[in-house]
């Protein structure tokens, strides 16, 4: 009875780790995957994390991560001009707490409604000042809601290498943030686990009347992580402090340190640094002055002994020198007196 029950575990465990297998080797693409990325998605879909904000919390300290990041905004007939322009002040405030750069952050805008407009493109802006000027620019589309069409044109006109999308080998993450006030009226549910088979992490921001199904259909799961909700456009751009938290990398030395001197990030964790003139103990986060030793110069008995012979060597032939001169001088002085009798 025991072997036999051992038998069907050993079997139910060999059949999931196929399973597993033969997920992980899918494709960029592959229709399984984007069936399973659905299904993923329809499993999370019936807890619905109606996630509200929370004004009183404050920003965290964080550095930004780089990000191919395109916002897809919805300006249809239901979103009012004034809300439509507390949309554009999330966008700036967003873009204000991003390291932007074309090494660091690139950002594209999509506006839809009952068609798309790309405003700009990930390779268009590199700077802030910039960036927000094209940002306030943006018109409202009015009419429908094309929300499906909007997410499809963004992976395929926007998150390319031709329009300023890293390449893949760089492993920069690409993240859409999409932000809508209304239900749908075309089909999301396909193309955006397309978006996310293909690499793309989603965010779904909904506001007032925003269907809460739809969103969960389009957003990356865990769902508690990719799904937002506010009441009213008027606090929508208080949503900047929930997306820094998530966007950006938390810097650990922000958050508190035991280095002695100097902290230094190395992205998850972080490792200690001595100030010039001082060298980081065995516990690797207190420093010690560096220690100058003295240079005792010790000759070599060798060098010394070589010394000491090259002199009396020197000393002999000078004196050999001096009595070959004194027996010169003599013969010279016995050769004056000669000349001289004479």
Known sequence: MMKSVLCSLLSCAS??????????????????????????????????????????????????????????????????PGEFEKVKIFLADMVDTLDVGSEATRVAVVNYASTVKIEFLLKNHFNKPDMKKAISRIEPLAAGTMTGLAIKTA??????????????????????????????????????????????????????????????????IPLDDHVFYVETYGVIEKLTSKFRETLCGVDPCAMGHDCEHICVNSNASYYCQCRNGYILNADKKTCSLKQVKAVVVVEDPCKCEARLAFQKQTQAALQQLTAKLSDVSGRIERLENMVGRA
């Open 155 to 220: 992976v395929n006109e926007a998150f390319t290498e031709q329009s300023g999308a890293r390449p893949r080998s760089r492993n920069i993450s690409k993240v859409a943030i999409i932000v809508t006030d209304g239900r749908p009226q075309d089909q999301v549910e396909e193309v955006s686990a397309a978006a996310r088979a293909s690499g793309i992490e989603i965010y779904a921001v909904g506001v007032d009347r925003a269907d809460m199904r739809s969103l969960q259909l389009m957003a990356s």
């Open 15 to 80: 059949l999931l780790l196929s399973d597993v297998l033969a997920t992980y080797h899918l494709s960029v693409g592959d229709p399984q995957l984007i069936s399973a990325q659905s299904f993923a998605q329809s499993r999370n879909n019936g807890r619905p994390p109606l996630r509200t904000l929370n004004p009183a919390k404050t920003d965290s300290q964080c550095r930004s991560r780089p990000l191919d990041l395109v916002f897809i905004i919805d300006s249809s007939r239901s979103v009012r």
